[in-house]
């Protein structure tokens, strides 16, 4: 029993990095941005975030570090694709490919490098709860955090005048233009919170998930959280739970090798991008219902007066 | 306080959409040279290594145009995609799967197998490009899925079924446990061009490759529909183009192409499979496309370039101690430079004073 509380605990601790990135995918979104560069982003703040740890010992500076990184590459992207309208696909791209050369030219230097040892983080009482204990209560601050933040989002997207006027962006930016609000830097600011988060996603990945640096540790995680938001059609609720689904399957892939399954080690590894694939094609089967909830606007450049 | 805005130009201007990779081009550079400069290099050393040992004698100009296939080859393809609008970015996916598949023909053979065996060999690595490229054409074309992702996520499966293959059923038994194949019969090599260089009929194919993607696009019917469903998707309706036949063209004609190029790496220069097949040829072409205008004749110079990359970042290492990975570096901020650039493609920039046109614009 105990095997399965951990197989809990660590599809939570997955799909905790997932559902950030995610949860910060979407608010571009719903801006009507897409970000492709989310895996780049990510990439830049591992290295960031691991490089600050190893320097100042501090968790905290290192998802700050993390955090700065995701931001300044959102807001390069954010400049070119607000400002100059280039297009959002081919310059995320861009960025998912700067950041990933990028990040191994930077981290060279922090291979070998060791962060002090992570304690464990208990909730006194609750994580003494047999099966629930070892299960839930014994997670890192931001697992719970993350859930935190979720519930916060779905407040401010569906219950505020700053979350209508966001989606208002995202839906009709010429209608939002002419009541006078300022499209391209709402946008801006919806851009870089979600290269932010992307960015808290990634120093989480070498700091906290697997505290050490490789290049290319992201592992498509960036990408996986793009689809989320799809799958999720835009709903923050359902992009948690997406989250933790797809943590679970990463999660699931050594809890088979563990218990012996004869299955060659490679296709336990493709469980996730399977996965992905698959629930991908099951939810866009009905393209009206993506309609229906996707941000009209998505992908298209605004550039008022033109 | 005046600032500036883009004013769109009525139509693109031609002398920009030639002069921006340059301009792209030259703040890579310049880029490159401070960040030389903060690596404690000397910035015309490093710029020698990138821009001039890759031409310098015959041999390194031949070592450029064997790097220089296959990224014309994928870009060639990605060109067709890009131009139809479709999303292919797993080029990288259908890349390694050509290379799988040329190899499972390529170790059939034995010291009495017929040269003929080598068209057997890229044809089965095209198949394997095209099969791979086809699941994206078909989960676009029945489930509406997203083909950025889907052909992206391919890309990881892809470098597991390479996993599998080299450390499983084709492992060398004689190979000291490593995860490749055995060397691939002598049989099967590409056939080289010349003696003294690595270059092969690759490059052959790639330019004739290049000459057929242009008469395609601009000289047939099925690539003018091609292009009207990329530009203009509800005039392409009306004209009665299929839209599905555009998707599975584009995909199938890009895959066919980065299998090709998996075939001729993986029984040219490499000779034998390895978990290092996957060289980032595959994301690169997607930069030697863009910066060559997805145009057959511009990519030939865009791929020279990204080619000179490649060796720039070897040779870096080699001779300055500085990570190869500087080559992505390069790449990325190519691309970058390019995408703003192209701005002045479409719109004229001019300076606004307060008080002048422009009012209500936040």
């Given amino acids: 029993m105990d095997s399965y509380a951990l197989l809990i605990a660590a599809t939570l601790n997955a799909g905790t990095v997932l559902a950030i990135a995610s949860l910060g995918l979407l608010v571009n979104e719903k801006a009507g941005i897409v970000n492709l560069g989310a895996e780049g982003m990510m990439l830049c703040a591992a290295i960031a975030g691991f490089a600050c740890v190893v320097h100042t010992g501090s968790d905290t500076m290192g998802f700050l570090a993390g955090m700065l990184a995701g931001s300044v590459m959102a807001g390069v992207f954010g400049a070119l694709v607000i400002w100059l309208n280039t297009n959002q696909y081919a310059t995320g791209l861009a960025l998912s490919l700067f950041g990933a050369g990028f990040s191994a030219f930077a981290g060279i230097a922090y291979v070998q490098e060791k962060i002090p040892e992570r304690h464990s983080y208990a909730i006194p009482l609750l994580a003494d709860i047999p099966l629930a204990g070892p299960a839930l209560f014994r997670q890192h601050p931001l697992v719970y955090l993350t859930v935190a933040f979720a519930a916060w989002l779905i407040w401010f997207l569906y219950r505020t005048r700053s979350g209508l006027v966001l989606r208002s962006v995202g839906e009709s930016p010429e209608s939002a233009h002419a009541l006078g609000y300022r499209v391209r830097w709402i946008r801006m600011g919806a851009v870089v919170t979600g290269g932010a988060l992307c960015g808290l996603a990634g120093a989480y990945i070498s700091i906290i998930y697997t505290p050490l640096w490789v290049e290319g540790m992201v592992a498509g995680k960036g990408w996986i959280a793009l689809a989320l938001t799809t799958f999720a059609t835009w709903r923050p609720a359902r992009v948690l739970l997406g989250a933790y689904l797809f943590g679970g399957v990463t999660m699931l892939q050594f809890h088979l090798q563990g218990m012996g399954v004869e299955v060659p080690s490679q296709f336990l590894s493709m469980l996730p991008y399977v996965a992905t694939i698959v629930v991908l094609a099951l939810i866009s089967r009905n393209p009206r219902w993506i309609r229906i909830n996707m941000p009209a606007a998505i992908g298209k450049p605004f550039y008022p007066g033109s | ?362």
């Fill in chain 2, 1 to 362: 306080m005046a600032r500036l805005k883009l004013e769109a130009r009525p139509e693109p201007s031609a002398l920009w959409s030639y002069a921006s990779p340059l301009l792209a081009l030259m703040c890579t550079v310049v880029i490159g040279v401070i960040l030389f400069a903060m690596l404690g290099k000397d910035p015309v050393r490093g710029l020698q290594v990138f821009f001039w040992e890759p031409i310098k004698s015959g041999y390194a100009v031949g070592e450029l145009l064997v790097k220089a296939t296959p990224l014309l080859l994928i870009a060639l393809g990605l060109a067709v995609c890009f131009r139809s609008n479709v999303w292919n970015i797993g080029a990288e996916g259908q890349y390694v799967l050509g290379a799988i598949a040329a190899s499972g023909v390529a170790l059939m053979a034995d010291a009495g197998s017929s040269r003929w065996l080598v068209l057997a060999i890229l044809l089965a690595g095209m198949a394997g490009g095209m099969f791979w490229a086809g699941i994206t054409a078909l989960l676009r074309d029945r489930f509406n899925a997203n083909e950025i992702l889907v052909s992206l996520m391919l890309v990881y499966v892809a470098i597991q079924v390479l996993g599998y293959v080299v450390y499983g059923p084709w492992k060398d038994p004689a190979g000291y446990n490593f995860p490749q194949t055995k060397t691939f019969d002598a049989v099967t090599r590409i056939p080289r061009l010349f003696d003294a260089s690595r270059v092969s009929i690759g490059l052959v194919l790639a330019l004739a490759g290049v000459a057929g993607v242009w008469v395609f696009l601009f000289r047939t019917r099925a690539g003018f529909a091609q292009q009207v469903g990329g530009l203009a998707p509800a005039a392409s309706r009306y004209a009665g183009f299929s839209s599905r036949r555009t998707l599975w063209t584009a995909l199938l004609v890009s895959g066919g192409m980065a299998g090709l190029a998996g075939a001729l790496e993986v029984a040219g220069p490499i000779g034998q499979l390895t978990p290092y097949v996957p060289a980032g040829y595959g994301f690169a072409a997607i930069i030697v496309a863009f910066v060559g205008r997805l145009h057959p004749v511009g990519m030939v110079f865009s791929a020279i370039l990204m080619s000179m990359f490649y060796i720039g970042g070897e040779l870096a290492q080699s001779r300055l101690g500085l990570p190869k990975s500087l080559t992505g570096v390069f790449q990325g901020l190519l691309l970058f430079s390019l995408l703003g650039c192209d701005t002045l493609v479409n719109y004229r920039l001019h300076w606004v004073r307060p008080g002048q046109t422009g009012g209500g614009n936040k």
